[in-house]
T-cell receptor
Framework: GAVVSQHPSWVICKSGTSVKIECRSL??????MFWYRQFPKQSLMLMAT?????????EQGVEKDKFLINHASLTLSTLTVTSAHPEDSSFYIC????????????FGPGTRLTVT | AQSVTQPDIHITVSEGASLELRCNYS??????LFWYVQSPGQGLQLLLK??????LVQGIKGFEAEFKRSQSSFNLRKPSVHWSDAAEYFC???????????FGAGTQVVVTP
């Protein structure tokens, strides 16, 4: 199957700083990428839908100014957590799809963010 | 409203025994249904999916799932579990296979010797 990578796999940052997480589709062009957030022992919650070349669509309750998403190319989407606080600590997972009928969605391994 | 319910948060099963994970959904239209497995440090791996056709779906790693429209269920089964099946399992629903999904809360499976 197709491969989606995330970088970094884990990151620790201080409260008030910003951190960027990358999501890459390694062997296919991803017109659409999704960003999920997973709290310990809980499910994945969709944060936003990212389409290449256009603004991301955020789910209700997700602060678009805190979670900046950029999908500048068909293989890369980035999630920047701005002015991070301890409550932003979580596991962030991206998925990528070619966005065509019959195609699949592939998930990255996730990024563990800890804000101290 | 759309929802996915996995009633069992945690299941312990002996190696070699059978396993069944429950999933119930609420969805306005005919949904795509998925089962994913998540192992520590790894991304979600698709086990199987269903949209139409035969209601008994075969997946990878010896898993199968049965779609029951009357019960709004899509339960996952494996006849004989292996220690490597210990992981978190998620049921998901979506309008298609390439769009956004809604996930259940997950079921943690522990396999004992």
């Amino acid at each position: 199957g197709a491969v989606v990578s995330q970088h970094p796999s884990w990151v620790i940052c201080k409260s008030g700083t910003s951190v960027k997480i990358e999501c890459r589709s390694l062997d296919f062009q991803a017109t659409t990428m999704f960003w999920y957030r997973q709290f310990p022992k809980q499910s994945l919650m969709l944060m936003a839908t990212s389409n290449e070349g256009s603004k991301a669509t955020y789910e209700q309750g997700v602060e678009k100014d805190k979670f900046l998403i950029n999908h500048a190319s068909l293989t890369l989407s980035t999630l920047t957590v701005t002015s991070a606080h301890p409550e932003d600590s979580s596991f962030y997972i991206c998925s990528a799809t070619a966005g065509l009928a019959g195609t699949e969605q592939y998930f990255g391994p996730g990024t563990r963010l800890t804000v101290t | 409203a759309q929802s996915v319910t996995q009633p069992d948060i945690h299941i312990t099963v002996s190696e070699g025994a059978s396993l069944e994970l429950r999933c119930n959904y609420s969805y306005g239209a005919t949904p795509y249904l998925f089962w994913y497995v998540q192992s520590p440090g790894q991304g979600l791996q698709l086990l199987l999916k269903y949209f139409s056709g035969d209601t008994l779906v075969q997946g990878i790693k010896g898993f199968e799932a049965e779609f029951k429209r009357s019960q709004s269920s899509f339960n996952l089964r494996k006849p004989s579990v292996h220690w490597s099946d210990a992981a978190e399992y998620f049921c998901a629903v979506g309008a298609d296979s390439w769009g956004k999904f809604q996930f259940g809360a997950g079921t943690q499976v522990v396999v004992t010797p």
